[in-house]
C-alpha cells in the first residue's frame, strides 16, 4: 500500500464498524482521490458498504455535465453513486448558501451508526485558518474544520485533513485520475478564491511551510476549546438545577451560578449552552447579555438572537425559540374530553379522570379574568399566577378551560387545575422549543 493510503486507513480506523461509508463526491481532485483510494482499499480490507453522494447545485449551466462524470467513475470502481439536486436559496453569501444546501442533504442521507467522509486537506484547513482570521474569529473559529463532528443521526469525518493537496495531486496523476475543474474556482469575487489564488502563492514564496504551519495552529486552537468546554460544562453543572417550572420543557439554566463567574467564564458558559440551541452571537451582540444580567431585580429583560430569545425570569435564564415567540390560535373548542386535544402551535392538552359536563372550550389570557378557587372565593387570574411565581412568558401560552363561559382550571397549576372534588385534573404538554430544525 502508499503511504496515502496507509495514512487514510489510520484515520478511519474509529469507524471500521460504521454502517455505511458515504463519499462525498463532487468529482473535483480531492473527492475523486479519496473514493479511489477507499475503492482500492476495500480489495484487501474489510470495509463498510461504501458509496458516493454527487450534490448538484443547478448554479451554472458546466455543473449540468459532472453528474454523468461521477457516475462514470463511480461505475469504472463499482460503487454506487446518488445525484440529489438542491435548491440554493438567494442571499449575501452565495458560497455559504451553496454550502447550506449541500450540507442539508447530506444531512438526509446519513442514518444513524453511518459516516459521511468529505476530501478536504491540509491546504483547505490553512485556508479556513487565515479566512477566520481575517473575520476576527475567536479560539472556536480558529480552530477551523475538525476532524470529525457529528452530522445529523450520523458522523462526518475528513480523514485527508492532515495531507498536503500536492499529496494527492501525484497520486491522481500516479494513476491517471480525471477530475472536474469547477469554473467558479477561478473567480477571485468568492473570498476563499482570493486566498487561495492572490494570498497564499505570496505567502508561500515566502515562508514555505506557511499552510502547514497554519492547519498546526489550527490544531492548537482546538485544543484550546476542548478545554474550554471542559471548563464550560463545569461552570454549567451547578446551573443547571431542576426548575419548579421544568414541565415547561425549556432549556433553563440557574442565574446565580452564572453571574458569580468572571465576565469571560461567564460567555464561555454561554457559548458552549447556547451553541446547541442556535447560531451563536458575534461579539458586538454580547452586549445583549449584559444588559440581560445587570437589569433590575424586578425587570423581566429579553436578550433576542438570530433563532430564538432568552428570557430572565425566576432567578434563571429560559431559552425561548420556534412556536413559544408565536401567539397560540385561541378558542379551541373540546368536543370529546376523553381524548387529548392538539392545540395548535402550543402542545397538547388533556384531562385525568372523569371530565366535566358542559360546553368545553380552551382559551388563553387576556387579562380581567376571574376564577373560583376553593375556600377562597373568586381571585383574579392575575394574583393566581403571582403567587405560583410562573415566568411571564409561559402566561399567555397557560391553557385555561373554560366550561358554559366560565373558567374551571388552570393547565398544570397546583391548586387551580382540578376540580374542587377532585375527580378530574387538566395536564399539559407544552410545545418544544426548538427551530423547527434536526
Request: with cysteine; glycine share 8%; net charge neutral.
Given at each position: 500500500?502508499?503511504?496515502?493510503?496507509?495514512?487514510?486507513?489510520?484515520?478511519?480506523?474509529?469507524?471500521?464498524?460504521?454502517?455505511?461509508w458515504h463519499v462525498a463526491f463532487s468529482g473535483g481532485l480531492d473527492s475523486t482521490v479519496l473514493l479511489h483510494l477507499l475503492a482500492q482499499l476495500r480489495q484487501i480490507h474489510s470495509l463498510p458498504p461504501l458509496s458516493a453522494i454527487h450534490v448538484h447545485h443547478g448554479l451554472q449551466a458546466a455543473a449540468d455535465?459532472?453528474?454523468?462524470?461521477?457516475?462514470?467513475?463511480?461505475?469504472?470502481?463499482?460503487?454506487?453513486?446518488?445525484?440529489?439536486?438542491?435548491?440554493?436559496?438567494?442571499?449575501?453569501?452565495?458560497?455559504?448558501?451553496?454550502?447550506?444546501?449541500?450540507?442539508?442533504?447530506?444531512?438526509?442521507?446519513?442514518?444513524?451508526?453511518?459516516?459521511?467522509?468529505?476530501?478536504?486537506?491540509?491546504?483547505?484547513?490553512?485556508?479556513?485558518?487565515?479566512?477566520?482570521?481575517?473575520?476576527?474569529?475567536?479560539?472556536?473559529?480558529?480552530?477551523?474544520?475538525?476532524?470529525?463532528?457529528?452530522?445529523?443521526?450520523?458522523?462526518?469525518?475528513?480523514?485527508?485533513?492532515?495531507?498536503?493537496?500536492?499529496?494527492?495531486?501525484?497520486?491522481?496523476?500516479?494513476?491517471?485520475?480525471?477530475?472536474?475543474?469547477?469554473?467558479?474556482?477561478?473567480?477571485?469575487?468568492?473570498?476563499?478564491?482570493?486566498?487561495?489564488?492572490?494570498?497564499?502563492?505570496?505567502?508561500?514564496?515566502?515562508?514555505?511551510?506557511?499552510?502547514?504551519?497554519?492547519?498546526?495552529?489550527?490544531?492548537?486552537?482546538?485544543?484550546?476549546?476542548?478545554?474550554?468546554?471542559?471548563?464550560?460544562?463545569?461552570?454549567?453543572?451547578?446551573?443547571?438545577?431542576?426548575?419548579?417550572?421544568?414541565?415547561?420543557?425549556?432549556?433553563?439554566?440557574?442565574?446565580?451560578?452564572?453571574?458569580?463567574?468572571?465576565?469571560?467564564?461567564?460567555?464561555?458558559?454561554?457559548?458552549?449552552?447556547?451553541?446547541?440551541?442556535?447560531?451563536?452571537?458575534?461579539?458586538?451582540?454580547?452586549?445583549?447579555?449584559?444588559?440581560?444580567?445587570?437589569?433590575?431585580?424586578?425587570?423581566?429583560?429579553?436578550?433576542?438572537?438570530?433563532?430564538?430569545?432568552?428570557?430572565?425570569?425566576?432567578?434563571?435564564?429560559?431559552?425561548?425559540?420556534?412556536?413559544?415567540?408565536?401567539?397560540?390560535?385561541?378558542?379551541?373548542?373540546?368536543?370529546?374530553?376523553?381524548?387529548?386535544?392538539?392545540?395548535?402551535?402550543?402542545?397538547?392538552?388533556?384531562?385525568?379522570?372523569?371530565?366535566?359536563?358542559?360546553?368545553?372550550?380552551?382559551?388563553?389570557?387576556?387579562?380581567?379574568?376571574?376564577?373560583?378557587?376553593?375556600?377562597?372565593?373568586?381571585?383574579?387570574?392575575?394574583?393566581?399566577?403571582?403567587?405560583?411565581?410562573?415566568?411571564?412568558?409561559?402566561?399567555?401560552?397557560?391553557?385555561?378551560?373554560?366550561?358554559?363561559?366560565?373558567?374551571?382550571?388552570?393547565?398544570?397549576?397546583?391548586?387551580?387545575?382540578?376540580?374542587?372534588?377532585?375527580?378530574?385534573?387538566?395536564?399539559?404538554?407544552?410545545?418544544?422549543?426548538?427551530?423547527?430544525?434536526?
Amino acid at each position: 500500500m502508499s503511504n496515502l493510503s496507509i495514512q487514510l486507513l489510520k484515520a478511519l480506523e474509529p469507524w471500521r464498524n460504521a454502517r455505511a461509508w458515504h463519499v462525498a463526491f463532487s468529482g473535483g481532485l480531492d473527492s475523486t482521490v479519496l473514493l479511489h483510494l477507499l475503492a482500492q482499499l476495500r480489495q484487501i480490507h474489510s470495509l463498510p458498504p461504501l458509496s458516493a453522494i454527487h450534490v448538484h447545485h443547478g448554479l451554472q449551466a458546466a455543473a449540468d455535465a459532472w453528474p454523468a462524470h461521477c457516475q462514470a467513475l463511480c461505475d469504472a470502481l463499482g460503487v454506487p453513486l446518488q445525484v440529489v439536486r438542491v435548491h440554493v436559496q438567494a442571499g449575501a453569501s452565495l458560497e455559504r448558501a451553496a454550502r447550506d444546501a449541500r450540507y442539508q442533504a447530506f444531512v438526509a442521507l446519513t442514518q444513524a451508526q453511518e459516516v459521511l467522509l468529505t476530501g478536504q486537506h491540509r491546504d483547505d484547513q490553512a485556508e479556513t485558518f487565515l479566512f477566520r482570521l481575517l473575520r476576527g474569529a475567536g479560539v472556536s473559529g480558529l480552530a477551523a474544520m475538525p476532524h470529525q463532528r457529528r452530522l445529523g443521526e450520523g458522523d462526518l469525518c475528513r480523514p485527508l485533513l492532515d495531507v498536503p493537496r500536492a499529496h494527492l495531486e501525484a497520486y491522481a496523476q500516479e494513476h491517471n485520475l480525471s477530475w472536474i475543474e469547477d469554473p467558479s474556482n477561478a473567480r477571485t469575487d468568492f473570498s476563499r478564491n482570493y486566498l487561495r489564488h492572490e494570498i497564499f502563492p505570496l505567502l508561500t514564496r515566502r515562508w514555505p511551510q506557511a499552510a502547514a504551519s497554519m492547519a498546526r495552529s489550527a490544531s492548537h486552537c482546538a485544543e484550546a476549546q476542548g478545554l474550554l468546554d471542559e471548563l464550560a460544562r463545569q461552570d454549567l453543572q451547578e446551573a443547571g438545577s431542576v426548575s419548579e417550572f421544568d414541565w415547561l420543557g425549556l432549556p433553563s439554566l440557574e442565574l446565580a451560578p452564572i453571574t458569580s463567574l468572571s465576565p469571560a467564564r461567564q460567555r464561555n458558559a454561554l457559548r458552549h449552552w447556547l451553541a446547541a440551541l442556535g447560531r451563536l452571537p458575534d461579539t458586538d451582540h454580547w452586549a445583549g447579555w449584559d444588559a440581560l444580567r445587570d437589569a433590575r431585580a424586578d425587570a423581566q429583560p429579553v436578550w433576542k438572537l438570530a433563532e430564538g430569545q432568552l428570557h430572565r425570569a425566576g432567578g434563571r435564564i429560559w431559552w425561548l425559540a420556534g412556536d413559544w415567540l408565536r401567539q397560540p390560535i385561541a378558542p379551541v373548542q373540546w368536543d370529546n374530553p376523553l381524548l387529548p386535544l392538539a392545540l395548535p402551535g402550543n402542545g397538547q392538552l388533556q384531562l385525568l379522570g372523569q371530565a366535566p359536563g358542559g360546553s368545553l372550550q380552551v382559551r388563553y389570557r387576556q387579562g380581567g379574568e376571574v376564577m373560583a378557587v376553593k375556600n377562597r372565593g373568586h381571585r383574579d387570574l392575575k394574583r393566581l399566577l403571582n403567587e405560583q411565581g410562573l415566568p411571564l412568558f409561559a402566561r399567555g401560552r397557560l391553557p385555561l378551560l373554560y366550561v358554559n363561559e366560565q373558567l374551571l382550571a388552570v393547565a398544570n397549576l397546583p391548586g387551580l387545575d382540578c376540580s374542587p372534588c377532585g375527580r378530574w385534573q387538566l395536564q399539559w404538554l407544552p410545545t418544544k422549543s426548538d427551530q423547527g430544525l434536526s
